[in-house]
């Protein structure tokens, strides 16, 4: 029963009204939630957590630095989850997802490489090295700007969105590159420090604001990311009865 | 008590960058569908034929 009601609902998701309904129902409430997370966690990493015994208050740009890069490479595995959806089941509303995680992952993981350029400067005394981790991390803000540029390059948008699913797929070997690089090879970034297994190398008094500042912009990705699909699906849609009674003020 | 954010330029740097992505990615889809919105009313108001075109 739970199943059938799930499986509607799913397929009720297919239909652009209500697909269009949800991208302006839940980013306000997304919205609200990062900000409120945000602002406690920024609260704490800026004024509570205490300075770092070895690289003093340095330490506090990981609060930005670490959930950018872990939503930046999450962002991917969610955009190319939809892409394999999207182009095994051709649902409109998922191309249109997986199109929209691209610019939110793009920010994200230019924010991530400028804020470990800028912690790499007073710590290792560089702005940047081509090193295994960071090279494959600029690879991944490259795939995301080549998804968006293929996207935008076809004229017929579902076309594009096909073969920019491919390109999604394709760049997915980057992700495991990423995350094993600092343990493949000799990387002068450091290894993890947080483990979802195990015991973590990081003082638990550290830990609060990195947990906020993961869900605060975990919930930014998810609001940025249907605010983009909803502009771009009433883009698609202009010619479409039900966007006509959209602007009548029938949704 | 107020706050002492006696911060080196890197951290505050880090922390701004944060803030100008955090704003860009709520302003730019608010912008983007207001821009698709005037547009779309814009040819509604042709279809109906309803258009003044104010700078004619």
């Known amino acids: 029963m739970t199943f059938h009601r799930l499986k509607v609902a799913f397929h009720r998701l297919g239909s652009p009204p209500t697909f269009f309904r949800l991208t302006r129902l839940l980013p306000p ?3 609200a939630g990062f900000a409120v997370t945000a602002l406690i966690g920024l609260y704490l990493a800026l004024y509570v957590v205490p300075p770092d015994y070895q690289q003093g208050d340095s330490f506090r ?3 930005i630095h670490v959930p950018a890069a872990w939503q930046a490479l999450l962002s991917y595995v969610i955009m190319a989850v939809l892409a394999a959806i999207a182009l095994v089941w ?3 509303s998922v191309e249109i997802m997986a ?3 691209a610019p939110v992952g793009a920010a994200l993981t230019a924010l991530c490489l400028a804020t470990g350029s800028l912690w790499g400067k007073p710590m290792w005394g560089t702005w940047w090295a081509w090193d295994a981790r960071l090279t494959s991390m600029l690879v991944l803000l490259f795939l995301y700007l080549g998804i968006m540029g293929l996207y935008a390059a076809f004229e017929d948008r579902r076309k594009g969105a096909r073969v ?9 070997v980057n992700i495991p590159i990423i995350h094993f690089s600092v343990e493949w090879w000799t990387t002068l970034h450091q290894g993890s ?6 015991e973590s190398r990081m003082h638990s008094s550290m830990l609060p604001p990195l947990v906020l500042m993961t869900i605060a912009i975990k919930l930014m990705f998810g609001a940025a990311m249907l605010n983009r699909a909803g502009n771009d699906l009433l883009d698609q849609d202009r010619r479409k009865k039900w966007v006509s009674r959209y602007l009548g003020g029938k949704p | 008590m107020i706050p002492q ?17 955090m704003v860009w990615q709520f302003l730019q889809p608010r912008i983007q569908r207001r821009k698709i919105l005037a547009e ?11 258009y003044h075109d104010t700078g004619a």
């Open chain 1, 164 to 172: 920019a699913c491919i390109l999604v797929l394709v760049g997915l």
């Open chain 1, 90 to 92: 051709r649902i409109r």
């Open chain 2, 5 to 21: 954010f006696n911060y080196a330029f890197y951290i505050w740097s880090s922390y701004g960058l944060f803030a100008a992505i």
């Open chain 1, 193 to 198: 420090t947080i483990r979802f297994f195990g």
């Open chain 1, 99 to 101: 199109m929209a995680c």
């Open chain 1, 29 to 31: 409430w997304l919205w």
């Open chain 2, 40 to 50: 779309l009313r814009e040819q509604e108001a042709l279809k109906s034929g309803g």
């Open chain 1, 61 to 63: 740009i990981l609060y």
